[in-house]
């Protein structure tokens, strides 16, 4: 009779190297939420375009989305705690970069590299856990906090946003960063054990290439039609994304070792988890984005205040991430992430009601936030549970691949949508003898200013008149996505 030796139970040391490995899971998703709050200052010195704007907020999020699964390959191959260490020293590059970039190209350039360190940090961190925690429980355990992280970083980056805005210039939201990713590096090499997968495959060069292209052309096309209307520039950046995306399919499922897993989309819960992931992000990260732009520009509070009021909606998400975590061991997670899409929808109800006071904006944000909390707290656990356990790995690449893509089309997609908006509106109301006033609110006021009264005033009035229309359309366009979140999921309640 064999008797199995029980997995030794983690100690003091490697719960220590799960706070190291935690640090670089705030700074991933503060990164991406940092710059709501700096962008209306950063657009005051820098002066970029509608467009620029939008790269400079979008591009790091599709550099992470674009390599988490070939950091992923990489890390199987030369060595998970390799990799991060490499990770943390791009990502720091390129936060200094950032922080002195002189003009919008620099900064979209430095954004990027930051999303390449990024990606090597999440994939990476996860594989390590794996090999830190062998007790299952103490393994759940641990990657329930370092998801946790990740949801933290998200909802602190307003606060130390306004913070830092508060005290000291835009760059230095950037440098937050260095500190943390100094200990993560000094830190690393005694805490976190080394692992490479003995039968690594091979790196699907052209996987690489295409899973850049495809996200880039679409996204790029959708930004020309919502700043230049149908033009054949927008229209052959769509075709040629779709065309691209239909070749990257077609090669993934012929390649010995593809780049991207696409059989795991053939179980019904991995497909709907995954998609659902991807539709969570776009809804949070575009709300959020219009979110500080009008808590500064439109109510005209400062980045601190403006970082204050946003602190509810992460306390918020903060709760119900610890509630639904500790209710999935008796309600099915399915259940729970579809009862939270429709509670999320009387956020888009409020949000239709925004006029020049934060009430309705706020209660908005909170009740969208906690109500999508279940799909970022369980969602990364039941995409697990779905996939076969020889593909896990796959799996998790792809589930983080799902919410970093999400985040970054939110920010381009229903940017550029609102920013289409607002362009229509303004064109239809605002004073006469204030044309050429900017494509943007930023640019708008600026160019307001500039104006005698009572005319600037009327400009500017207009303006921000066009800004909280463009969040009622927002809030409009949310809506039924919500819908078609709650059905689909909820399907998924009733099959196993």
């Known amino acids: 009779m064999t008797v199995r030796t029980p997995p030794a139970r983690a100690g003091t040391r490697e719960w220590i190297a799960l706070a190291v490995l935690g640090v670089p899971a705030v700074l991933v998703m503060m990164n991406m939420s940092v710059l709501y709050l700096a962008l209306p200052t950063l657009a005051a010195d820098l002066n970029p375009g509608a467009a620029a704007q939008l790269w400079i907020m979008d591009i790091y999020g599709f550099m992470v989305a674009g390599f988490l699964i070939t950091m992923g ?33 620099v900064l979209i350039a430095a954004r990027a590299i930051q999303g390449v360190g990024a990606a090597a940090l999440a994939p990476s961190s996860l594989a390590v856990i794996r090999r830190l925690f062998a ?86 096309g959708v930004k020309r039609f919502a700043a230049d209307g149908f033009t054949a520039v927008a229209a052959g950046s769509l075709v040629a994304g779709v065309v691209l995306g239909v070749v990257f399919v077609g090669g993934q499922n012929r390649a010995a070792a593809p780049l991207f897993d696409l059989s795991l989309f053939r ?9 659902g992931m991807v539709v969570v992000g776009i809804v949070l990260f575009g709300t959020s984005l219009q979110t500080s732009q009008y808590l500064q520009m439109v109510l005209g509070y400062s980045p601190l205040i403006a970082g204050l009021w946003q602190l509810p909606t992460a306390v918020a998400g903060t709760v119900v991430a610890l509630w639904v975590s500790g209710l999935a061991a008796r309600v099915r997670p399915a259940l729970l992430m579809s009862g939270g899409a ?155």
């Open 267 to 275: 179980v019904r819960a991995f497909a709907v988890s995954v998609g």
């Open 73 to 105: 390959s990489l890390g199987d191959r030369y060595g998970h705690r390799r990799l991060l260490l490499a990770g943390a020293a791009v990502f720091t590059t390129g936060s200094i970069m950032a922080a002195w970039a002189g003009d919008t190209g």
């Open 342 to 496: 429709v509670l999320a929808l009387l956020g888009p109800v409020l949000l239709t009601q925004v006029d020049r006071e934060p009430w309705f904006l706020v209660g908005g944000s909170v009740l969208l936030f906690a109500g999508l909390t279940p799909f970022m707290a369980l969602g990364t656990g039941l995409v697990l549970g779905a996939a076969p356990p020889e593909r896990a790995g796959a799996a998790s690449a792809i589930s983080e691949t799902g919410a970093e893509l999400g985040g970054a089309l939110g920010i381009a997609l229903l940017g550029s949508l609102a920013a289409a908006v607002y362009g229509h509106r303004l064109g239809d109301t605002q004073p006469s003898g204030t044309s050429g006033s900017g494509d943007t609110l930023a640019e708008t006021l600026r160019h307001a200013a500039t104006l005698p009264q009572p005319l600037g005033g009327a400009l500017a009035e207009s303006a921000r008149d066009a800004f909280t229309h463009g969040i009622h359309v927002h809030a409009l366009v949310v809506a039924p996505l919500l819908v078609l979140l709650a059905a689909v999921t909820g399907v998924r309640t009733t099959r196993r």
């Open 135 to 220: 007790d299952p429980g103490q393994r759940r355990f641990a990657i329930t906090v370092w998801m946790l992280a990740f949801m933290a970083g998200g909802a602190l980056g307003p606060l130390v946003g306004g913070a830092l805005l508060h005290f000291f210039s835009w760059g230095s939201v950037f440098l937050v960063a260095v500190p943390a990713m100094v200990v993560l590096v000094a830190a690393a090499p005694y805490l976190l054990p080394e692992h490479r997968a003995p039968d690594a495959r091979r790196i699907d060069a052209v996987g690489v290439v295409l899973s850049f292209l495809v996200p880039l052309s679409v996204v790029y």
